[in-house]
């Protein structure tokens, strides 16, 4: 069942993608020959508007295929895709990251909607010889405020908590067995890296949540607002993210995954429902939007440099430094693939997984 679901998750992602560069070549007038779901041999499709539209045998992938969309095949016809402006080609291959943005908001929205999961301010463990319990904090004690201000989420107990500085007391309220407690303590300081591989120094009190989850619920209208400003905060994050990874800051293995570390996500997002499905796929349409425009030859951000340098120079790069530039690419994207994937293999516990059983097999 889980691979049926990351399965499909997949391929809503890839369909979205494909369905803007889609929707977009229509626009501007280009025949598309091909929109095909897979790769590989055709399983099933049909065939609408001069579009053979099929779903294929593997199904990490998908691409639109366009008339006249290599300067070999183009014959100069009104209707296929070199015949077009750089401008209007350009919106052709930004319209796919494009739908995965929208995408991603949309879903959002769907989530503040219906309830978006976040865990409880209800303790689960409490560590030894921490503040928290030297001051006499239990497991199963509800966290009702903090310094005053309420506080009904882990999230919030966490800003509160990270953010006092040193020797600042804390003054915590609880609920145990139906009865109110206070309790104040002095948090300990700890270093530790955020996001974006920074040393900083936060408070902490030994404390960790139940797990149990709660769902913050709007209106449409007030939740509309929301997933914009998440999708507008996640979209920071993320450029942050991939700054730090260039300037050394964020080590690749801690920050990036592939399709192993996404069906691990997503099986643990089933156990919990709909709602944070809906959730972890609009965090990875918007990974998939972001990674997709940045400026690698191969990724639709590459194709964008191109076209961006042909309309600077009035005339396209020459088909052998294109290709060139084309090739280096690729072999990046396989090398971070391959990367990507032995990360995962070993975060993930298949490495191991694959020793054992080979050693068995050698053995036997």
């Given amino acids: 069942m889980n691979t049926i679901i990351f399965l499909i998750i997949l391929s809503v992602l890839i369909l979205v993608h494909e369905a803007g560069h889609f929707f977009m070549a229509r626009r501007q007038g280009i025949r598309v020959e091909k929109f095909a779901l897979g790769f590989g041999p055709k399983l099933l499709g049909f065939t609408f508007k001069e579009t053979d539209f099929r779903l294929c045998t593997i199904p990490f992938g998908g691409y639109v295929k366009m008339a006249g969309d290599s300067r070999k095949e ?3 016809k009104s209707d296929e895709y070199f015949s077009k402006t750089p ?6 291959v930004f ?11 949309f879903f959002l929205w769907i989530v503040y909607c219906l309830g978006y999961p976040q865990m409880s301010s209800m303790i689960g463990k409490v560590m030894d010889n921490m503040p928290a319990q030297k001051a006499g904090l239990a497991a199963g004690d509800k966290i009702l405020s903090i310094n005053g201000k309420e506080v009904r989420y882990w999230s919030e107990v966490l800003s509160q908590i990270k953010e006092k500085g040193a020797l600042a007391t ?17 948090p300990e300081q ?4 955020d996001l974006y591989g920074q040393k900083r120094t936060v408070s902490v009190i030994g404390i960790i949540p139940e797990g149990d989850l ?18 507008i905060e996640l979209t920071w994050s993320t450029l942050r993210a991939i700054l730090s990874l260039i300037v050394g800051n964020l080590a690749l293995k801690e920050a990036v995954t592939g399709p192993i570390g996404i069906f691990n996500i997503t099986k643990e997002a089933a156990r919990f429902g709909i709602n944070a499905l809906l959730h972890v796929t ?19 951000g590459g194709h964008l440099l191109f076209l961006g340098i042909e309309r600077m120079r009035r005339r396209p790069l020459s088909e ?3 290709q060139r530039i084309t090739d280096v690419g690729f072999s990046f994207i396989v090398i971070l693939a391959v990367f990507i994937l032995a990360n995962d293999l070993i975060r993930f516990g298949y490495w191991d997984k694959m020793s054992d059983w080979f050693m068995r097999w050698n053995i036997k």
């Fill in 214 to 231: 709660v769902y913050e619920k709007y209106n449409p209208l007030i939740a509309f607002g929301k997933s914009a400003a998440t999708v």
């Fill in 282 to 300: 609009s965090m990875f349409s918007l990974a998939l939007a972001i990674f997709n425009v940045l400026p690698i030859p191969v990724l639709d």
């Fill in 190 to 193: 700890k270093e530790e890296k």
């Fill in 95 to 105: 319209f796919g990251p494009l739908f995965n943005y929208f995408l991603a908001f």
């Fill in 320 to 322: 052998k430094v294109e």
């Fill in 87 to 92: 401008g209007q080609r350009a919106l052709v």
């Fill in 74 to 76: 183009c014959s100069g």
């Fill in 170 to 186: 804390v003054n915590v309220v609880v609920v145990r067995d139906g009865e109110k407690k206070e309790f104040s303590f002095i």
